[in-house]
């Protein structure tokens, strides 16, 4: 079970940290990744992590501003949000791969939260 934490309403320029604990199972050999989804749109690549946090990788949209990161002896993954953009703004789900490789694809995820809504104004 996944499930996310740390969304709310901020305004531009603002920073968030989003957190995905995980429980009933043993993250350590799995890849993870945060995506977001905007109503109408189809869920989007945010970041991505591999198992053993030597590979990270994000979309070019957030790039320079947000870092996914992850401790396993928590079951817990992070993306931190800096200069947050009304761009976005957007529901914000974590998933779990079972691989040790991350993808940018949302249907390599076997496991997904109920996600963390994130709003920023201004």
């Known amino acids: 079970r996944l499930v996310e934490s740390g969304g709310g309403l901020v305004q531009s320029g603002d920073s968030l940290r989003l957190s995905c604990a995980v429980s009933g199972g043993t993250v350590a050999a799995w890849a993870m990744a945060w995506f977001r989804r905007e109503p109408g749109v189809e869920r989007a690549f945010v970041a991505s992590i591999n198992y053993d946090s030597t590979t990270a990788d994000c979309a070019d949209s957030v790039k320079g501003r947000f870092t996914i990161s992850r401790d396993n002896t928590k079951n817990t993954l992070y993306l931190q949000m800096n200069n947050l953009k009304r761009d976005d703004t957007a529901v914000y789900y974590c998933?779990?791969?079972?691989?040790?490789?991350?993808?940018?694809?949302?249907?390599?995820?076997?496991?997904w939260g109920q996600g963390t809504r994130v709003t920023v104004t201004g």
């Open positions: 998933g779990a791969r079972m691989d040790f490789e991350a993808s940018r694809d949302w249907w390599e995820y076997n496991s």
